[in-house]
């Protein structure tokens, strides 16, 4: 089974940037489908944004398209998230999943078996 750590949350005041890594080691990286997903406190967990096993095909959130690049290097094992114009709405526990299937309009928390601690993100107004 594949084990995530990330990395790269942060303070940061509205409108700014910030990019989160993934690292992955155990199991064969390229094999996995990579996502991202928050918790607010309070909140339930969502998912915000998802990559096929090439990188070919994105999958994202409505409330960060436009916003949110994922994306992956499969020489590094690391997927990562660039979050631009970011919102106070976006703070939240950042957490990477390795899946193995991509379900019909997108992939979802039960397509993904193996989860990172999470890394903080704050965005101040």
């Known amino acids: 089974q594949v084990q995530l750590v990330e990395s790269g949350g942060g303070l940061v005041q509205a409108g700014g940037s910030l990019r989160l890594s993934c690292a992955a080691s155990g199991d064969t990286f390229r094999s996995y489908v990579m996502g991202w997903f928050r918790q607010a406190p309070g909140k339930e967990r969502e998912f915000v944004a998802a990559i096929s096993w090439s990188g070919e095909v994105t999958h994202y959130a409505d409330s960060v398209k436009g916003r949110f690049t994922i994306a992956r290097d499969n020489a590094k094992d690391t997927a990562y998230l660039q979050m631009n114009n970011l919102k106070p709405e976006d703070t939240a526990v950042y957490s990477c999943?390795?899946?193995?299937?991509?379900?019909?309009?997108?992939?979802?928390?039960?397509?993904?078996?193996?989860w990172g601690q999470g890394t903080q993100v704050t965005v101040s107004s």
């Open positions: 999943a390795a899946g193995t299937r991509w379900s019909m309009g997108g992939p979802g928390s039960a397509d993904f078996g193996s």
